[in-house]
């Protein structure tokens, strides 16, 4: 009787402190909202990347330069939720809408709308379990000033096909660079 105890006892310990590390427990459905996420971008594509290599431009997505030593658990949470929301934004704009095909737009809106009440909950219950979470100014990412580039260019385009093109290619890279950091993250707590 004391081994099942025992082992009821190590597996809460191991819950609370993996969900210490994160500071929350996203829902397993999120990596796979942000799999779908990415092949919807895939989908949205109208044009091919070669068609508008002379748009090409390097935003300099900040969390490229970063590993999973240089941000804790919650700041990759809070950065990945700025970068959805940041996304979702771009992509509710009147000038979006125009852009793409109507149903996919909607679909991927979703997703990310999904996505963001995981991250939400997430930074809520890192509130709960009293973890201070690092301000924006204190965060080695600044994904505000990423995003400003990406609109400043798609305005001096003139939200071209090409210029969303570009930007929906940034846009899947950035998504993917985020959730590969917080994959990093939960596999080297792991470990």
């Not at 771009?90 to 991927?108: C, K, P, Q, R, Y």
């Not at 930074?123 to 995003?147: G, H, I, K, T, W």
Request: charged share 25%; net charge positive.
């Amino acid at each position: 009787m004391a081994r099942p105890s025992a082992l009821l006892t190590f597996l809460v310990v191991m819950h609370y402190q993996s969900s210490c590390f994160l500071g929350c427990d996203l829902p397993q459905t999120h990596h796979l909202r942000n799999k779908r996420a990415s092949t919807l971008l895939a989908q949205m594509r109208r044009l091919s990347p070669l068609s508008c290599l002379k748009d090409r431009k390097d935003f300099a997505f900040p969390l490229e330069k970063v590993d999973a030593q240089q941000i804790q658990k919650a700041q990759a949470v809070h950065v990945m939720g700025e970068v959805t929301q940041q996304v979702l934004t771009l992509f509710t704009s009147d000038e979006s809408s125009a852009a793409w095909e109507t149903s996919l737009l909607h679909t991927f809106r979703d997703e990310l709308k999904e996505q963001l009440k995981d991250l939400q909950t997430c930074l809520r219950q890192q509130v709960e379990m009293a973890q201070p979470s690092q301000s924006q100014e204190d965060s080695p990412v600044d994904v505000s000033n990423y995003f400003h580039r990406i609109t400043v260019y798609l305005k001096k385009k003139k939200h071209s096909p090409c210029a969303w093109e570009v930007v929906r290619a940034e846009v899947r890279r950035a998504l993917s660079s985020s959730a590969k950091l917080l994959a990093e993250l939960t596999e080297e707590k792991e470990l």
